[in-house]
């Protein structure tokens, strides 16, 4: 069997799709995407493809360690990105040709069906309490939302009083037993984020995520000491070489490796695996389209460690096109009681409907998040 040709597709919300097409008449699907770079994965994957036309789809371990190994440059989140997505589409190949779902390939199930959360409340959270209420009617046993708008390095108690009532909010609509995930994600600078840290610990939740952002790691060890808060961080790292520090100093609780960013399925089941001997569990990062998802649902099944996973139904970011739309069958991402079966198909278990990806590629997009401004016209992050 021989890689015959390939498209990408550029779809709404702000998705990549990659459809890789054999001599055999086996594709594969992948999701290789860098949210609001979408154009410049597509471009590397233009040019990793170069190398991969006409080569054995078989050889997956192979192909990854040339598209990693053979580039001087290498890693990042471009490159890593558009590697993933061909990862995931080689193992959807793959798993097609032998018939069996890529958990089977991968050493077989560790689990039946895993816990999923779902988002409330926005870029800037608001009505969170309503929110959670809703998905706890729902049958999600976990939540996530985004804690804070932006803050600079020093700002006012006033905005960390207006987030800490908002996660208050959510804890009584939700009940004590609903899990909430309180992302902060990177807009906390180490020092205001010691005093959030702090401030959330009696409303228990079930994680903290990206305290600091991930250039910053060292500072997880001054906020590590200051709660008993769980700590999440992972998902703007890339690469085993990046998770290897993370792990070693010991003061994340969780990683969040992305399936579509850090490598694809072949390099995040061995990050979430090395993870495993740390005792960190793991909670994948995806709040992308259908193919994304069942690719993390696949690893998820194999690796003990794994213990939620993120999914995008019904976030704030897709507006005009979710995550059902691009599937010919809807009910395998159907969730009970807070989880989601394993897609037992062949490869990835899922079936895109490709004339409505089609459609929707002739539409595009040009996604990009908001850039954000303190006061004083400093950009903030977002």
Not at 119 to 125: A, E, L, V
Not at 203 to 220: A, G, H, K, Q, Y
Not at 242 to 261: C, E, M, N, R, W
Request: hydrophobic content about 40%; proline content about 5%; glycine content about 10%.
């Amino acid at each position: 069997m021989k890689i015959k040709s390939y498209e990408l597709f550029q779809v709404p919300p702000r998705w990549l799709f990659l459809k890789i097409e054999t001599d055999e008449g086996i594709t594969g699907w992948g999701e290789p995407v860098i949210e609001g770079k979408a154009a410049t994965v597509k471009t590397a994957v233009d040019e990793l493809m170069e190398y991969l036309i006409g080569k054995d789809p078989m050889h997956i371990e192979d192909h990854w360690n040339v598209m990693y190994r053979a580039g001087f440059y290498r890693g990042g989140p471009i490159l890593m990105s558009a590697i993933a997505g061909i990862d995931q589409a080689l193992w959807d190949i793959k798993g097609k040709c032998y018939n069996a779902p890529i958990h089977q390939l991968l050493g077989g199930k560790a689990r039946d069906r895993m816990k999923v959360y779902s988002w409330i409340g926005g870029d800037r959270p608001a009505e969170v309490g309503d929110a959670a209420r809703k998905m706890a009617e729902q049958g999600f046993l976990a939540v996530k939302m985004n804690a804070t708008e932006e803050l600079q390095y020093i700002d006012s108690y006033e905005k960390i009083d207006a987030a800490i009532s908002r996660i208050a909010a959510v804890r009584e609509a939700g009940g004590p037993g609903l899990g909430i995930g309180i992302d902060f994600h990177g807009r906390v600078h180490k020092p205001m984020a010691k005093i959030l840290a702090k401030e959330l610990e009696p409303f228990r939740p079930m994680f903290i995520e990206e305290p600091v952002l991930p250039e910053n790691n060292e500072d997880l060890r001054e906020i590590a000491r200051h709660v008993a808060i769980p700590i999440a961080t992972g998902e703007r790292m890339f690469s085993k070489w990046q998770f290897k520090s993370l792990l070693t100093d010991g003061y994340a609780d969780i990683i969040q490796p992305d399936v579509s960013h850090a490598g694809g399925i072949t390099e995040c089941k061995k990050i979430i695996s090395m993870a495993e001997a740390f005792d960190v569990a793991a909670a994948p990062h995806c709040p992308l389209g259908p193919i994304a998802l069942a690719a993390c649902l696949q690893v998820d099944a194999t690796c003990h460690n794994a213990f939620i996973q993120e999914q995008s139904l019904g976030i704030h970011y897709n507006q005009g096109s979710d995550l059902l739309d691009y599937l010919t069958d809807k009910s395998v991402f159907q969730y009970r009681e807070g989880y989601v079966d394993i897609p037992s198909g062949p490869g990835l278990g899922i079936d895109i409907n490709e004339a409505h990806v089609r459609k929707m590629a002739e539409e595009g997009h040009n996604w990009r998040n908001p850039v954000w401004r303190h006061a004083d016209g400093s950009v903030a992050e977002w």
